[in-house]
């Protein structure tokens, strides 16, 4: 059975970290990154570049570049909204594409990554707004 003094200390405990969860909640919405800005007839695409595990990345890297990928990715003009490596599985690339560049920016994977890398192209879109308008009421409840 609880005493008194478990009760005082799990009273305790909830007042103190109360504030705390609050203030996590509000700073984790200070700390998402700005929206990304698109200009008309662009949208966000994101590519998962995904390495050839039977190669060695030195091999890999040697394919790249006999393909001139280093000089046709991504083509000259379209912005790197982001560019991480996620560890086993290779790199992912967001760029922001006009649409009327998008062949473009096709064939400048399939003429220089392919090969080296296995290709999959998504659209995406910039969440940060709503996942802002999502954190804040969450804090207000």
Known sequence: ???RLTVSAVLAAAAIF???TASAQAASVN?????IALQDGSFLLTIFLR???SKPLAEIKRELSEQDYFKR?????IEVASWYVMMGIGQVVTLKVPAERLREVNLAIE???WGAYRTEFYPTYDYTLAARADLEAAAKK
Do not use: I, R, T
């Open 1 to 3: 059975m609880f005493n």
């Open 111 to 113: 003429q220089s990554a």
């Open 31 to 35: 700390m998402l990154p700005e929206p």
């Open 73 to 77: 990715f991504p083509p000259q003009g």
């Open 51 to 53: 390495h050839d595990q």
């Open 18 to 20: 109360a504030p705390l």
